[in-house]
C-alpha cells in the first residue's frame, strides 16, 4: 500500500520517549521529516539522533513545556522556517495524575487540563492555516479510558472523552477547510507510563511486578501489552494517502481490551 508520505512534513508533540518516539520514528520510516517537541532537551536530541541515523531523515527538535500558551505558536514557527511546510500534527503530549479522585487536587486537575486538553487546542489552532495550505491531517493520540469511567483515571478519563468530541468537531471544520482530523486511542501500550502503573499495582496488591503484570494483562482481558511501533503504524495510515475518506475516524488500537460499542 502507498502510504504517499515522503518527503512531507510532522510535528510530533511528547516525542522524546514512548508513543511519540515510536509514532516519529514510523512516519520518518515512511519517509517523512519530522519535528520532535518535549520538554527535555537531551533526551530530545537522544532520539532525534536515533530517528535520523535508522531512516536518515531530517529531524529537529523543538524543547519546550506545551501548558505554556505561547508554545505552540513557536513550534508552529519554527517547524515551518526549517522545512517550509507542515503536513501533519500528532498531537500526543499528555500526562495526568492517577490516583484515587479524592486523593487529586484541583492542581493536579488544572496541569492534566493544561497538557493534554489546552495544549492540543493551542497546537490545532496554530498549525491549522498550515494544514489548510496543504490540505493536511491532525492525529490526535487519545486513549481508550474515553470510553469508560474509572474511579482512579478521573482526570485522564475526562480529557479524552473531551478530545474524541474535539476530534469530531474539527474534522467537521475540516471538511470545509480541506484538512483531515483523526484520532487513535491507545490502549495498554509499553512505555514508562505502563511501567510505573504496574509498579503501583505491586505495591498496592503486594505483588511482585511480573504478578502485577499477569493481573493487569487479564483484568484488561488482552494478551499482551502494546508498542509504540503499533500505535506508529496507525498514526502513518490515518495520516496517509490511503485514508483519504478518513474524516473524524476514532480508531482503537488496543488488542481488543474495549468491548463496548
Ligand atoms: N502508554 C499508554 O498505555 C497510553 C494509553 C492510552 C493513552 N496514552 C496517551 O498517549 C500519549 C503518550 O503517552 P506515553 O505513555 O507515551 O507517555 P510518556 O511515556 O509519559 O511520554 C510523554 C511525552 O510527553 C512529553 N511531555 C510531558 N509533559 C510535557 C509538557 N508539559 N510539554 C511538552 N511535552 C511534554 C514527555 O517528555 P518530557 O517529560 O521531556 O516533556 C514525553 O515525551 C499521552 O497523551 C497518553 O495519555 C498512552
Known sequence: MELNLKDKVAIVTGANRGIGAGVAQQLALEGMNVALV???AEKL???ADSIRQSTGREVITLPCDLRVPEAATAVVEQTFNAFGRIDLLVNNAGATRR????DLTDED???GLALKLHGYVRMTRAVWPRLVEVQGTIVNIVGIGAWTGVGEFTIGGVVNAALMNFTKAMADIGKRDGVRVCAVNPGRIQTDRLTRNIQRIAEASSLDTEEATVLLLKECGIKRFGTP???GHAVAFLASG???FAQGAILDVDGGETRAI
Open 45 to 47: 536530541g537522544q532520539t
Open 38 to 40: 518535549a520538554r527535555d
Open 242 to 244: 490511503a485514508a483519504t
Open 229 to 231: 511501533d503499533e500505535i
Open 99 to 102: 490516583a484515587d479522585f479524592f
Open 109 to 111: 486537575w488544572q496541569d
